[in-house]
C-alpha cells in the first residue's frame, strides 16, 4: 500500500544550522508530495509541495525536491531559526484517491539560540 | 488563520457516549476532509466529502459517520465512544477535491474519552 517514512525525532539544532529532515515514500505511479508543518497548539499549513518527478517545492527558504529514483523527497533549509520549531509532516496524495492526505509519522524540531 | 473553524475546541466525554464534531471550511472551498492525530497512530485520514458526496474513504469506524450539509459545513459523529478514540480530530478545506490541490487546516477538536 502507499505510505510515508519519516526521519525520527526529535531534531535539535543551533540557530542559524543546515537542516534536513529524510523523508521517503511508497506508492505505485506519480503520487503528489507534501510538506506541512505544525507549530505548538496549532492546526497543519502547507509548507511546500511537488507535484511531478524532478520538481522542486519551496517556501520561506525550505526546498525539497521530488526524486522519483530514490522515491524520497528530503526537506532542506540552509539556516534554521528559533521561529522553525514546529512538528513537521511529509506527506503524499495519489490522484485517484480524491484529495486523501497520507502522512509520515511527523519529526519534531527544536531550534536553540 | 487558515480561515477553517472548528467546533468545539476541546470536548470531554465517557466511554459510550456519542459526540458532533462540526466544520465550518474557508469560504469557496468545496471540499472537506476529516483527519485524527493520536500519539500511536499519527494523522490518519478519515474521511472527504466535496460539495455534499463522499468522495473517498479511510480507516473510518463504523461506529464513525460523517456528512457535508448544503451550506458545505460538515459534521463528524461519533458514537459508542471508547478510550481509544481520545485524540485531536482535524477538519480542513480545499477548492478542489483533487491530489494536487492545498488542503486548509483548522485548529482542530480535542476529545477526551474518560
Known amino acids: 500500500g502507499n505510505s510515508v517514512t519519516q526521519m525520527e525525532g526529535p531534531v535539535t539544532l543551533s540557530e542559524e544550522a543546515f537542516l534536513t529532515i529524510n523523508c521517503t515514500y511508497t506508492?505505485?505511479?506519480?503520487?503528489?508530495l507534501f510538506w506541512y508543518v505544525q507549530y505548538p497548539g496549532e492546526g497543519l499549513q502547507l509548507l511546500l509541495k511537488a507535484t511531478k518527478a524532478d520538481d522542486k517545492g519551496s517556501n520561506k527558504g525550505f526546498e525539497a525536491t521530488y526524486r522519483k529514483e530514490t522515491t524520497s523527497f528530503h526537506l532542506e533549509k540552509g539556516s534554521v531559526q528559533v521561529s522553525d520549531s514546529a512538528v513537521y509532516f511529509c506527506?503524499?496524495?495519489?490522484?485517484?484517491?480524491?484529495?486523501?492526505?497520507?502522512f509520515g509519522q511527523g519529526t519534531e524540531l527544536s531550534v536553540k539560540p | 488563520d487558515s480561515g477553517v473553524t472548528q467546533t468545539p475546541k476541546h470536548l470531554i466525554t465517557a466511554t459510550g457516549q456519542r459526540v458532533t464534531l462540526r466544520c465550518s471550511p474557508r469560504s469557496g472551498d468545496l471540499s472537506v476532509y476529516w483527519y485524527q492525530q493520536s500519539l500511536d497512530q499519527g494523522l490518519q485520514f478519515l474521511i472527504q466529502y466535496y460539495n455534499g458526496e463522499e468522495r473517498a474513504k479511510g480507516n473510518i469506524l463504523e461506529r464513525f459517520s460523517a456528512q457535508q450539509f448544503p451550506d458545505l459545513h460538515s459534521e463528524l459523529n461519533l458514537s459508542s465512544l471508547e478510550l481509544g478514540d481520545s485524540a485531536l480530530y482535524f477538519c480542513a478545506s480545499s477548492v478542489g477535491g483533487r491530489a494536487m490541490n492545498e488542503q486548509f487546516f483548522g485548529p482542530g477538536t480535542r476529545l477526551t474519552v474518560l
Open positions: 506508492a505505485t505511479g506519480y503520487p503528489s
Open positions: 506527506a503524499l496524495s495519489r490522484y485517484n484517491q480524491g484529495g486523501k492526505l497520507i
